[in-house]
């Protein structure tokens, strides 16, 4: 079982940063390949980047690309999210989550386990 905790949302200026973390219990966290989705107010949720289990292997939805960063400490049972260039499309709750199987971690269906999430709120 693998439990995840979000952290680092907040309010923020269109055009700064954040970076969220995803803190895991659980000993076999590195076993996971991980990802990040979001939820707009009145929208469903979407995919926003994913790494493998080894941090090789990354991917991004094309509306973050070369602004948003995942990496993963595996030691330290953590997933980042370095989120630059901030927009107010931006604004989502982030979510944590969990699969054993890189392959298809874009589909939030087939997600193992997810955190409670954390609110990033971008301002113009």
């Known amino acids: 079982q693998v439990q995840l905790v979000e952290s680092g949302g907040g309010l923020v200026q269109a055009g700064g940063s954040l970076r969220l973390s995803c803190a895991a219990s659980g000993r076999t966290f590195s076993s996971y390949a991980m990802g990040w989705f979001r939820q707009a107010p009145g929208k469903e949720r979407e995919f926003v980047s994913a790494i493998s289990w080894t941090g090789a292997r990354t991917r991004y939805e094309d509306s973050v690309k070369g602004r948003f960063t995942i990496s993963r400490d595996n030691a330290k049972n953590t997933v980042y999210l370095q989120m630059n260039s901030l927009k107010p499309e931006d604004t989502a709750v982030y979510y944590c989550?969990?699969?054993?199987?890189?392959?298809?971690?874009?589909?939030?269906?087939?997600?193992?386990?997810w955190g409670k999430g954390t609110l990033v709120t971008v301002s113009s």
């Open positions: 989550a969990a699969r054993l199987d890189y392959s298809g971690i874009q589909r939030k269906d087939g997600m193992e386990h």
